[in-house]
């Protein structure tokens, strides 16, 4: 693909900023850990506190599906098969990010019917559905065209909002709509419709750096778009609203990595939640987002200076474990249903498609036989689901080494980067996986904090290398005095 930005001095350092000085985390090659080891011994108490964190307002970050672990479960015993239904209304988009995991772009046309979207809704109702995710591409340019011409922006996307609270409300049930969004198209009426319906947000924001962020975007003027659409949001109330949740999902890579914590700061005094998502090999970002990568040691340290400034700053204490902040955990492969603008129902929406493999694709939306129970009661999505459940890994995602796996706090972090992504035990670099079925069988995140934690248990992790990626942390952070945390 390529970019529409033009190359300059600047722009060609924040792309190349040397993280390649970190390459080779590990100093001699990393083993399994034997009967006995683990990467995490939790205290009940750091249990505790985990469970009262995820309970404490309702979890909207990527992959949570609304609830906490504890309370899906209850669900599923209560025989409530699907929990969260997420919509790719539409591939096309107003950006065309160098690292889309949907390959969407403004040329994309794909799209879900109105008609069909209604129709299986209906379903979602009596099958208790309670939360469903409008995704993309941008939902904001879904356009169907037998509801007619469109007279202002996201005309017919907010009729598909309102046709799924008005099948709830007709019989008397709460559901919550999610959409992901990357703000540029948000005007202040858009602003005010959302607020009207409640919408929680999940908005793009990758960096505070104007320049990199139209690069990532590929479109000139998108970080002031964006900036623009977040001023929006706010004036109508979200950042302080209780109502109005908008959790910010960031990518990480070896551009973003540097101003992280600045953006952070940033988010977190808007009164916004942050979700950082960590690229790794998946969609579009194969090229020069892997060609200097991220590894677990970043995310790590990445972390560890996130929680100590929530604690310092905005009274939130927590103690990084999992592969998401604040130690979410990714819940969609339980009860969750994607169905991507071809009409293909999977688990995930970035989960291995049919040009990779049947194994992770239910059903079709345009079959002629199609029915959302009678795939919810499916033998290949009951298999499936199965097979997650009992294919952790052997090095740090599984009940045996981790207390997070052990107490239902997650089960392998992100199955999508387990299946196209792996750790290379010798070196720690993140390279890429082979094995797709690996996304339920011998699951393991490669980009967890704990194979970090692993490698200093055993020895053999770099001398130095920890306090060199702290050093470039602080050197870069400007919104905050990060080195008095080392005090």
């Known amino acids: 693909m390529k970019n529409k930005v033009p190359m300059t001095d600047t722009l060609s350092a924040l792309l190349n900023p040397g993280l390649n000085s970190e390459k080779k985390p590990f100093a001699r090659p990393l083993k399994e850990p034997e009967k006995g080891d683990k990467v995490y011994s939790l205290t009940s108490e750091e249990i505790n506190k985990i469970r009262a964190l995820r309970g404490s307002v309702v979890d909207l970050h990527p992959g949570m599906g609304g ?101 709830y409300n007709r019989r008397g049930k709460k559901v919550k709509i999610m959409t992901f969004d990357d703000v540029a198209l948000i005007t202040p009426e858009i602003a005010e419709q959302f607020a009207e319906y409640e919408v929680a947000l999940c908005t793009k924001g990758d960096t505070l750096i104007e320049e990199l962020q139209d690069y990532k975007a590929n479109q000139i003027g998108a970080f002031k778009k964006m900036q623009d659409g977040y001023r929006n949001l706010i004036k109508v109330g979200y950042g302080k609203n209780p109502s109005l949740r908008l959790v910010v999902n960031s990518v990480l890579d070896h551009t973003t990595f540097d101003g992280m914590l600045d953006l952070h700061m940033w988010v977190m005094e808007n009164g916004f939640d942050h979700s950082i998502v960590p690229v790794h090999y998946c969609g579009a970002a194969e090229g020069e987002d892997q060609e200097i990568g991220i590894t677990s040691l970043h995310v790590k340290v990445l972390y560890d200076l996130i929680s100590m400034i929530d604690k310092d700053i905005f009274n939130i204490d927590w103690a990084p474990w999992s592969a998401f902040t604040y130690n979410k955990t990714c819940n969609r492969n339980r009860s969750g249903l994607h169905i991507r603008a071809n009409g293909d129902v999977t688990a995930c929406s970035e989960s291995p498609g049919k040009d990779a493999t049947d194994e992770y694709t239910f059903a079709n939306i345009y079959e002629n036989d199609f029915s959302l129970k009678r795939l919810a009661n499916s033998e290949k999505l009951i298999n499936y689901r199965t097979e997650f459940a009992r294919g952790y890994g052997s090095y740090v995602c599984s009940p045996d080494v981790c207390d997070l796996y052990k107490n239902d706090l997650c089960q392998g972090g992100c199955a999508t980067r387990s299946a196209y992504s792996r750790v290379n035990y010798d070196t720690g670099l993140i390279v890429k996986n082979d094995e797709l079925n690996n996304y339920s069988e011998q699951r393991e995140d490669p980009l967890c904090p704990a194979w970090t934690n692993l490698a200093i248990k055993q020895g053999i992790l770099r001398e130095g290398i920890l306090e060199s990626v702290q050093k470039r942390i602080v050197k870069h952070s400007k919104k905050y005095d990060v080195s008095k945390l080392f005090l």
């Open 67 to 167: 609830v906490t672990p504890d309370k899906l479960l209850s669900m599923i015993k209560q025989g409530i098969k699907i929990t969260s239904l997420d919509y790719m209304i539409t591939r096309g988009c107003n950006f065309e990010c160098t690292w889309c995991f949907a390959s969407s772009g403004p040329s994309k046309d794909e799209y879900l019917p109105y008609d069909k979207l209604k129709e299986i809704t209906e379903e979602a109702f009596d099958l208790g559905v309670m939360l469903f995710i409008l995704t993309g591409g941008e939902p904001l340019v879904y356009k169907d065209p037998k509801l007619g011409k469109q007279k202002k922006r996201a005309e017919h996307f907010f009729k598909v909002v309102k046709m799924i609270y008005d099948i």
